[in-house]
């Protein structure tokens, strides 16, 4: 299974951003995908995690409210809206496939190359 995410770019303190991971090859009800980023000098950092199947959802406290995760299973792709962008939101943002929920990096096999989210303020 290999994951590619795009969607990043350059945007306004309190712009928004919708980031995309489409994952090849068939995608099963059990996944549990999940969006992390991370800013330079900093750990990796949960961000969101969503069910393939049936579409339940975590978010963490840092965005919630601001971003919101979701995904179309007929195109095999998970999303990530942000709003209310700030600049503490400059990060790679990196997708990510694991078996059972988590919010830890390790905890996840599978990893998409990443996309860079510049906030300016």
């Known amino acids: 299974v290999q994951l590619q995410a795009s969607g990043g770019g350059l945007v306004q303190a309190g712009g928004s951003l919708t980031l995309s991971c489409a994952a090849s090859?068939?995608?099963?009800?059990?996944?549990?995908m999940g969006w992390f980023r991370q800013a330079p000098g900093k750990e990796r950092e949960f961000v969101a995690s969503?069910?393939?199947?049936?579409?339940?959802?975590y978010i963490a406290d840092a965005v919630k409210g601001r971003f919101t995760i979701s995904r179309n299973t007929a195109k095999n792709t998970m999303y990530l809206r942000m709003i209310s962008l700030k600049p503490e939101d400059t990060a790679v943002y990196y997708c990510?496939?694991?078996?059972?929920?988590?919010?830890?990096?390790?905890?996840?096999?599978?990893w998409g190359q990443g996309t860079q989210v510049t906030v300016s303020s």
């Open positions: 969503i069910r393939w199947g049936g579409g339940r959802t």
């Open positions: 990510a496939r694991t078996s059972r929920f988590s919010n830890l990096p390790e905890s996840y096999s599978y």
């Open positions: 090859g068939r995608a099963f009800s059990s996944w549990i």
